[in-house]
Protein backbone atom coordinates (compact mmCIF):
# COMPACT_ATOMS: atom_id res chain seq x y z
CA UNK A 1 0.00 0.00 0.00
CA UNK A 2 1.22 3.59 -0.96
CA UNK A 3 2.11 6.02 1.72
CA UNK A 4 -0.78 8.72 0.48
CA UNK A 5 0.76 12.56 0.47
CA UNK A 6 -1.55 15.69 0.52
CA UNK A 7 0.00 18.32 -1.41
CA UNK A 8 -1.25 21.87 -1.35
CA UNK A 9 -1.20 22.94 -5.18
CA UNK A 10 -0.50 25.99 -6.65
CA UNK A 11 2.45 28.10 -5.00
CA UNK A 12 3.05 25.33 -2.69
CA UNK A 13 3.72 22.92 -4.89
CA UNK A 14 5.68 24.70 -6.85
CA UNK A 15 8.02 25.55 -4.06
CA UNK A 16 8.16 21.37 -2.81
CA UNK A 17 8.15 19.69 -5.90
CA UNK A 18 12.06 20.53 -6.34
CA UNK A 19 12.54 19.78 -2.44
CA UNK A 20 10.47 15.82 -3.37
CA UNK A 21 12.34 14.89 -6.06
CA UNK A 22 16.14 15.72 -4.35
CA UNK A 23 14.51 13.57 -1.57
CA UNK A 24 14.00 10.44 -3.63
CA UNK A 25 10.36 10.54 -4.82
CA UNK A 26 9.51 10.25 -8.51
CA UNK A 27 7.46 13.73 -9.55
CA UNK A 28 7.51 13.31 -13.43
CA UNK A 29 3.60 13.11 -13.25
CA UNK A 30 3.44 16.40 -11.19
CA UNK A 31 5.68 18.42 -13.80
CA UNK A 32 3.46 17.10 -16.39
CA UNK A 33 0.12 16.70 -14.60
CA UNK A 34 -2.30 18.32 -16.74
CA UNK A 35 -5.39 18.04 -15.17
CA UNK A 36 -4.11 14.91 -13.13
CA UNK A 37 -4.88 15.20 -9.98
CA UNK A 38 -3.39 11.95 -8.40
CA UNK A 39 0.07 10.71 -9.23
CA UNK A 40 1.52 7.33 -8.36
CA UNK A 41 4.64 7.07 -10.57
CA UNK A 42 6.63 6.49 -7.59
CA UNK A 43 6.39 3.16 -5.88
CA UNK A 44 6.40 4.30 -2.24
CA UNK A 45 4.50 7.31 -2.15
CA UNK A 46 1.09 8.30 -3.79
CA UNK A 47 0.47 12.16 -3.94
CA UNK A 48 -2.68 14.13 -4.75
CA UNK A 49 -2.98 17.67 -5.32
CA UNK A 50 -5.68 19.55 -3.06
CA UNK A 51 -6.52 22.97 -1.71
CA UNK A 52 -4.46 23.93 1.38
CA UNK A 53 -7.57 24.15 2.99
CA UNK A 54 -8.72 20.66 2.56
CA UNK A 55 -5.48 19.06 3.32
CA UNK A 56 -5.96 18.67 7.26
CA UNK A 57 -9.83 17.26 6.27
CA UNK A 58 -8.24 14.43 4.05
CA UNK A 59 -5.49 13.63 6.95
CA UNK A 60 -8.11 13.97 9.60
CA UNK A 61 -10.43 11.40 7.75
CA UNK A 62 -7.02 9.43 7.39
CA UNK A 63 -7.56 9.70 3.64
CA UNK A 64 -4.07 10.08 3.40
CA UNK A 65 -1.00 9.58 5.67
CA UNK A 66 1.08 13.01 5.28
CA UNK A 67 0.41 16.63 4.04
CA UNK A 68 1.98 19.45 3.18
CA UNK A 69 0.41 22.71 3.63
CA UNK A 70 0.85 26.20 5.04
CA UNK A 71 1.48 26.83 9.11
CA UNK A 72 -1.36 29.64 8.45
CA UNK A 73 -4.02 26.87 7.75
CA UNK A 74 -2.75 24.11 10.58
CA UNK A 75 -3.00 27.14 13.09
CA UNK A 76 -6.20 28.55 11.25
CA UNK A 77 -7.72 24.94 11.84
CA UNK A 78 -6.60 24.16 15.41
CA UNK A 79 -4.30 21.20 13.48
CA UNK A 80 -4.46 18.08 15.66
CA UNK A 81 -2.24 15.89 13.93
CA UNK A 82 1.56 16.11 13.65
CA UNK A 83 3.62 18.96 11.80
CA UNK A 84 6.95 16.84 11.85
CA UNK A 85 9.29 18.88 9.76
CA UNK A 86 9.44 23.07 8.39
CA UNK A 87 10.30 22.25 4.98
CA UNK A 88 11.35 26.33 5.15
CA UNK A 89 9.37 27.42 1.82
CA UNK A 90 6.76 29.52 1.09
CA UNK A 91 7.81 32.10 3.88
CA UNK A 92 5.77 34.95 4.78
CA UNK A 93 4.24 36.76 7.55
CA UNK A 94 0.53 37.74 8.66
CA UNK A 95 0.53 41.51 9.51
CA UNK A 96 -2.53 43.87 10.46
CA UNK A 97 -2.24 46.40 8.31
CA UNK A 98 -4.54 49.65 7.05
CA UNK A 99 -4.57 52.86 5.63
CA UNK A 100 -2.48 55.99 6.72
CA UNK A 101 -5.40 57.39 8.66
CA UNK A 102 -5.55 54.50 10.72
CA UNK A 103 -5.03 55.07 14.44
CA UNK A 104 -3.82 51.19 16.21
CA UNK A 105 -4.45 53.39 19.64
CA UNK A 106 -7.90 54.23 18.63
CA UNK A 107 -10.40 53.94 21.83
CA UNK A 108 -13.47 52.47 20.00
CA UNK A 109 -13.67 49.25 19.21
CA UNK A 110 -11.95 48.23 15.82
CA UNK A 111 -13.56 46.62 13.36
CA UNK A 112 -10.52 43.83 11.43
CA UNK A 113 -11.16 41.83 8.19
CA UNK A 114 -9.61 38.77 7.25
CA UNK A 115 -9.99 34.96 5.91
CA UNK A 116 -8.32 33.98 9.18
CA UNK A 117 -10.91 34.90 12.01
CA UNK A 118 -8.96 32.14 14.59
CA UNK A 119 -5.39 33.82 14.22
CA UNK A 120 -6.72 36.96 14.56
CA UNK A 121 -9.04 36.51 17.38
CA UNK A 122 -6.15 35.10 18.94
CA UNK A 123 -3.31 37.82 18.65
CA UNK A 124 -6.04 40.60 19.57
CA UNK A 125 -6.68 38.51 22.75
CA UNK A 126 -3.03 38.18 23.71
CA UNK A 127 -2.41 42.02 23.54
CA UNK A 128 -5.78 42.41 25.54
CA UNK A 129 -7.82 44.17 23.24
CA UNK A 130 -11.53 43.42 21.76
CA UNK A 131 -12.21 43.52 18.30
CA UNK A 132 -15.11 42.63 15.82
CA UNK A 133 -13.84 40.30 13.30
CA UNK A 134 -15.63 40.22 10.00
CA UNK A 135 -14.35 37.34 7.72
CA UNK A 136 -13.52 38.07 4.03
CA UNK A 137 -12.68 35.02 1.34
CA UNK A 138 -11.85 37.45 -1.78
CA UNK A 139 -9.72 40.71 -2.00
CA UNK A 140 -9.56 41.55 2.04
CA UNK A 141 -7.31 44.78 0.77
CA UNK A 142 -10.31 45.68 -0.26
CA UNK A 143 -12.02 46.35 3.85
CA UNK A 144 -10.44 49.44 4.53
CA UNK A 145 -10.18 51.49 1.78
CA UNK A 146 -14.06 51.60 1.18
CA UNK A 147 -14.24 51.64 4.87
CA UNK A 148 -15.57 47.99 5.72
CA UNK A 149 -13.45 47.56 8.05
CA UNK A 150 -10.65 49.54 10.35
CA UNK A 151 -7.84 47.08 9.16
CA UNK A 152 -6.85 44.22 7.91
CA UNK A 153 -5.31 40.79 9.17
CA UNK A 154 -3.60 38.80 6.21
CA UNK A 155 -0.31 36.84 5.01
CA UNK A 156 2.30 38.79 2.68
CA UNK A 157 5.57 37.58 1.33
CA UNK A 158 6.96 40.73 -0.15
CA UNK A 159 4.54 43.67 1.19
CA UNK A 160 3.65 44.71 -3.02
CA UNK A 161 -0.18 44.23 -3.12
CA UNK A 162 -0.55 46.05 0.48
CA UNK A 163 1.91 49.02 -0.90
CA UNK A 164 -0.12 48.96 -4.22
CA UNK A 165 -3.16 49.54 -2.89
CA UNK A 166 -1.67 52.24 -0.28
CA UNK A 167 -2.02 49.58 2.67
CA UNK A 168 0.43 50.19 5.35
CA UNK A 169 1.81 47.96 7.92
CA UNK A 170 1.44 48.44 11.61
CA UNK A 171 2.15 45.30 13.55
CA UNK A 172 3.63 41.67 12.64
CA UNK A 173 1.73 38.85 14.15
CA UNK A 174 3.73 35.73 12.97
CA UNK A 175 5.30 34.27 10.76
CA UNK A 176 4.29 31.26 7.84
CA UNK A 177 5.83 28.51 6.52
CA UNK A 178 5.27 25.31 4.56
CA UNK A 179 4.90 22.62 7.39
CA UNK A 180 5.01 18.21 6.24
CA UNK A 181 1.99 17.20 9.09
CA UNK A 182 1.39 13.39 9.71
CA UNK A 183 -1.51 11.46 10.53
CA UNK A 184 -1.30 10.46 14.37
CA UNK A 185 -1.72 6.87 13.15
CA UNK A 186 0.52 6.96 10.40
CA UNK A 187 3.58 7.57 12.29
CA UNK A 188 2.61 4.53 14.12
CA UNK A 189 1.58 2.21 11.12
CA UNK A 190 4.37 3.95 8.57
CA UNK A 191 7.35 4.77 11.34
CA UNK A 192 9.98 3.45 9.03
CA UNK A 193 9.33 4.90 5.90
CA UNK A 194 8.03 8.49 7.39
CA UNK A 195 11.42 8.67 9.33
CA UNK A 196 13.08 7.77 6.08
CA UNK A 197 10.94 10.23 4.16
CA UNK A 198 11.84 13.22 7.07
CA UNK A 199 15.61 12.52 6.71
CA UNK A 200 15.58 12.43 2.96
CA UNK A 201 14.00 15.75 3.05
CA UNK A 202 16.34 17.24 5.74
CA UNK A 203 19.13 16.48 3.46
CA UNK A 204 17.04 17.94 0.07
CA UNK A 205 17.12 20.97 1.93
CA UNK A 206 21.00 20.97 2.50
CA UNK A 207 21.58 19.81 -1.07
CA UNK A 208 19.17 22.73 -2.57
CA UNK A 209 20.39 25.25 0.07
CA UNK A 210 16.73 25.56 2.11
CA UNK A 211 16.78 26.82 5.72
CA UNK A 212 14.13 25.62 7.87
Not at 16 to 36: F, M, Q, T, W, Y
Not at 64 to 69: D, R, T
Not at 141 to 149: D, F, H, M, Q, S
Request: glycine share 8%; hydrophobic share 40%.
Amino acid sequence: MAIKIALTKGRVEEQVVPLLEASGIDCSGIRNKGRRLIFDEDPVYETILVKGPDVLTYLNNGSVHLGIVGSDILEEQNNTQYAMLDLGVGRCRFVLASTSQFDPQQVRRKIIATKYPNITKRYFQSIGEDVEIIRIEGSVELAPLIGLADAIVDITETGTTLRENNLHVYAELQPVSTKLVVNRLAVKQYQTEIRTLISNLKNAQTKLGVNA
